[in-house]
């Protein structure tokens, strides 16, 4: 357990939230949105001037049963049949701080139903998220790294005497002490290369690629490739107006049925044919 968990739990309101976690908790609900952070940046300058927000009701492509016409079922935890290891995250995550897509799966032959222990620190009375678009594909070891992990660093020592009680209790941190960097979020169509680690508050665009044992610490532009630690972009995977299009057309918000018929042009490279694939909606 990390010392900021025994910190914050001064700092709760009725929620469970500190003070200013309350507020913004409270916003959130209000708008019946499940994340304010929003994806789609068109630079990694935190440029969100484009952004479409990741809401409850974007992450998933319909509410029903499928047939198989449509491709698998988003709600069949192993969709790949006699091949376990590849698990429908959304199927298995309980933690109501962790938000996932349609479609999106992790891969790990150890135990693909338990994404959520790569999900590090994350307490519900910080209230942080981490919420994950659809079509995302996370390899095996992926972790995350949320809010709780911080510890005061503004004094002389990091070290959290306060957790472990015994008269030390009297120097516990307030919440303002503490670093909060907000929900993470990752896009659509975003690839998390194995054993990549992101921190807390990053936010991921759409079509992304996280190479193999990258640290993110600070947004990623869309369809762009990030590596190394820091990760740092190795490229861009289109010119920006084709980006621009791509976050236009969005093919993952389509229903599954016409995804399935257009799967040749999503997978092409051809910006026409998606282009009129998707107008033929
Ligand atoms: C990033 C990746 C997609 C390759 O993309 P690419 O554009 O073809 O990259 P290249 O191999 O041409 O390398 C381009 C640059 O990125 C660097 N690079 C590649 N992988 C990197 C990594 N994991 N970390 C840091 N830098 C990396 C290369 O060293 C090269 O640097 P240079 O230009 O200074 O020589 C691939 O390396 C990768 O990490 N794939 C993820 C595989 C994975 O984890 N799969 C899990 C199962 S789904």
Known sequence: MCAAVRVRISGRTRTGLHPVRHREHERMVADEVASLAMVGFLSGRRDRRRSVPLTLSTLSNHGGAMSTQQGPSPFDPHPMKGFPQVCYVKNTV?????????????????????????????????????????????????????????????????????IFG??????????????????????????????????????IGDG????????????????????????RPLRRRFPDDVIEELLEIRWWDWDPAHITRHLEAIVSADLDVLRAAGRSK
């Open 94 to 162: 309980t933690n109501p701080q962790i938000v996932v897509g349609d479609y999106t799966y992790y891969d790990d032959p150890e135990d693909s139903e338990n994404f959520e222990r790569n999900v590090l620190y994350l307490f519900p009375f910080i209230g942080d998220r981490l919420i994950i678009g659809k079509f995302c594909a996370i390899a095996k070891g992926v972790r995350f790294v949320m809010n709780g992990a911080n510890h005061k660093m503004s004094g002389f020592s990091t070290y959290p005497f306060n």
């Open 208 to 231: 992304s690629i996280v190479a193999t044992g990258s640290v993110v610490t600070a947004d990623v532009a869309p369809y762009t490739i990030v590596g190394g630690n820091p990760a």
């Open 166 to 203: 015994s008269g030390w209790e009297r120097v516990i941190p307030t919440p303002e002490d503490l670093p909060y960097r907000g929900d993470t979020v990752v896009g659509n169509d975003v690839w998390l290369g194995y054993e990549a680690l992101v921190m807390p508050g990053v936010g």
